[in-house]
């Protein structure tokens, strides 16, 4: 596996954000009724777990080969899955009004973060 600029990945990362960002305020504007206020944070949640969490994986990816770089990535993403469920259990369980907006805002957000991790990754490697 090739390595993949920290920095290249977090201008990515920046960019990805910006652009949810701006979809999420659309579709408040658009459909406010069914957005979630907490679209921002959500967005802001995303890119920080991301970010941390692929830091961790990719700073140590020149050191590291084969089944250690397998076992820090599997890691770092039972931590981020872990982070995920805190925070979305969290949430509804202080704001049950917004539960199901939250909730299908997260679960769209969260896979589109997702796709783009991988294919960010599977791109440069």
Do not use: C
Request: charged share 15%; net charge positive.
């Amino acid at each position: 596996m090739s390595k993949i600029p920290i920095r290249k990945f977090a201008f990515r990362l920046i960019v990805f954000s910006v652009i949810m960002a701006a979809l999420g305020v659309v579709f408040q504007w658009i459909f406010p009724q069914y957005a979630s206020p907490a679209i921002p944070f959500i967005v802001i949640f995303f890119f920080l777990i991301t970010q941390f969490t692929l830091f961790v994986v990719l700073r140590k990816q020149h050191q590291v080969t084969g089944n250690k770089f397998i076992a820090g990535y599997m890691v770092s993403r039972i931590v981020k899955m872990l982070s995920i469920i805190l925070f979305l259990v969290l949430y509804i369980i202080l704001n049950k009004e917004d539960r199901w907006n939250f909730a299908g805002a997260f679960l769209l957000i969260y896979f589109s973060y997702s796709i783009f991790e991988i294919v960010v990754l599977k791109k440069e490697s």
